[in-house]
Every structure is written in structure tokens, then in C-alpha cells.
């Protein structure tokens, strides 16, 4: 796609967008290679740090069925006794997205009532980030 990018503004378009695509099919460990890379301007094109910028800023979340499983696996059956969790995430990064929750019960520093943000990962991250780091060390060695 690179060639014909330069012919039409429609492929330049497309060649970009499949570009943000496998990076973010790569994992979250090039993710975060990329969204470094796009806060320096003196290493990489404007055009570069501008169209990859958009893996800082909008990154693909996870299902609310997933958070919801991983609380219970994390947490236990009664996590709906510990805060109330809005369904709808505030951000959602490569790692991880965050929700907004009030707390229901008292907690050690924090009384009932208070409004928190939990940060919830992303289902596999774990696996993933070692996969990543695997292939990083395979591709360096």
C-alpha cells in the first residue's frame, strides 16, 4: 500500500489505518512502543507522532461481561457489596480501563459514599505482555 499511497489521498488514508490496525493487533507491548514513539516529535515525522497518536487516545476496551467476570475472579461473588460500578468505562488504555465506582461500604482509608476510579485489565494481559516480550527477545537476539 505504501507506493500507491502517494497517488491517492484515499489509500494514503487506508495505509495509514491498516498501520494503526496491526499494531494494535501486535499487542499491548508494541502498543506502548508506538504511543512513546509518538511523543517524540524529534525522532519521528509529525505526520508519524500525529496519525499514531490515536492509540494514546482511543484505544479498543473490553466488554462489560469481561470486567464483570474478572471482578468476581479477582474480588469474589460480593463485589457488588463493595462499590457500585458504572457499566461504561471513563478510559481504556492498552493494559487496562478504568470505570467509575462509589464505594458502598467503608473501605481502610475511604468511607462509604466516597466516589473512586477502579482500574480493571484487560482479559490475558498478562499472557499477552510475556508473548510480546518473548518475540521482542527473539527478534533481538
Known amino acids: 500500500l505504501a507506493p500507491l499511497s502517494y497517488v491517492s489521498p484515499k489509500v494514503n488514508h487506508a495505509a495509514w489505518e491498516y498501520a494503526i490496525w496491526a499494531i494494535e493487533q501486535s499487542g ?7 504511543q512513546w514513539a509518538t511523543t517524540r516529535q524529534d525522532l519521528f515525522s509529525p505526520e508519524f507522532c500525529s496519525r499514531f497518536g490515536k492509540l494514546r487516545d482511543e484505544t479498543r476496551g473490553h466488554a462489560w461481561k469481561d470486567t464483570a ?3 468476581k475472579q479477582d474480588i469474589g461473588d460480593n463485589w457488588e457489596s463493595i462499590f457500585k460500578l458504572d457499566t461504561k468505562p471513563i478510559g481504556s488504555g ?19 459514599g466516597t466516589e473512586v476510579a477502579v482500574k480493571v485489565q484487560h482479559p490475558g494481559i498478562w499472557t499477552k505482555v510475556c508473548l510480546d516480550f518473548y518475540l521482542l527477545g527473539k527478534v533481538a537476539a
Open 69 to 71: 467476570k474478572l471482578l
Open 94 to 112: 492498552c493494559i487496562a480501563q478504568v470505570y467509575r465506582a462509589i464505594l458502598l461500604q467503608d473501605a481502610k482509608h475511604y468511607p462509604k
Open 28 to 34: 499491548p507491548t508494541f502498543i506502548k512502543l508506538v
